[in-house]
């Protein structure tokens, strides 16, 4: 069955430095999404991609973040003066429809900043 | 602001026997969507059960089953049988109908004792 990959599973960065995340979404699906998850708190919503332009964002995703699906096939998520509070588990999602219902979720990229 | 909360952070059960995991949400709207969704380790985040607010009907998945009580704005998940490969990390989420995002509750961690 297919499934969304995500890439690293862990990383390491220090304050103050770029990180990119990557996500391959299943390929026939057309909306992408990001979430995260700082540790003992809840899952919170990034933002939304559909035809090649974010739908949504939230208040988190700031001026630091931004998206892009370079090749057609991977969705990144990039950080570009990472802080101590980005600290996080990063989960990207895609969905065939947009219905929030058939979002399939990554396992997720453990980004810690030191 | 739509908030879940789930108040259990951690819950065992024994292999065989039934477990609840609680739920409670807040919003304004008369028409949305509620979900559990499981996330093993290191694993993706995979849709357990859905119910729809507008449904008076409480939604069952084999051995997964919900009680939804919309007045007092509660959706609990009950495990019949548990089995070991329940063990994983069990988020309530909400969604507004029209919507595409979720708002996530922090997770319930259940360990299934063999």
């Known amino acids: 069955e297919p499934e969304v990959t995500q890439t690293p599973s862990h990383q390491v960065t220090q304050m103050g430095q770029e990180v990119i995340l990557r996500c391959v979404p299943i390929s026939n699906h057309l909306y992408f999404y990001w979430y995260r998850q700082i540790l003992g708190q809840k899952v919170e919503f990034l933002v939304s991609?559909?035809?090649?332009?974010?739908?949504?964002k939230s208040e988190i995703f700031d001026d630091q973040f931004s998206v892009e699906r370079p090749d057609g096939s991977n969705f990144t998520l990039k950080i570009r003066s990472t802080k101590l509070e980005d600290s996080a588990m990063y989960f990207c999602?895609?969905?065939?429809?947009?219905?929030?219902?058939?979002?399939?979720f990554g396992p997720g990229t453990r980004l810690t900043v030191t | 602001a739509q908030t879940v909360t789930q108040s259990q952070p951690e819950m065992s059960v024994q292999e065989a026997e039934t477990v609840t995991l609680s739920c409670t949400y807040d919003t304004s709207e008369s028409d949305y969507y509620l979900f559990w969704y499981k996330q093993p380790p290191s694993r993706q985040m995979i849709l357990v059960i859905r119910q729809e607010a507008y449904k008076q009907q409480n939604a069952t998945e084999n051995r997964f089953s919900v009680n939804f009580q919309k007045a007092a704005k509660s959706f609990s998940l009950k495990i019949s049988d548990s089995q070991l490969g329940d063990a994983a990390m069990y988020f309530c989420?909400?969604?507004?109908?029209?919507?595409?995002?979720?708002?996530f509750g922090t997770g319930t961690s259940l360990t299934v004792i063999p």
């Open positions: 989420a909400y969604s507004q109908r029209s919507g595409n995002q979720f708002y």
């Open positions: 991609f559909y035809n090649n332009e974010i739908s949504e």
């Open positions: 999602a895609s969905s065939p429809t947009g219905e929030v219902w058939e979002q399939y």
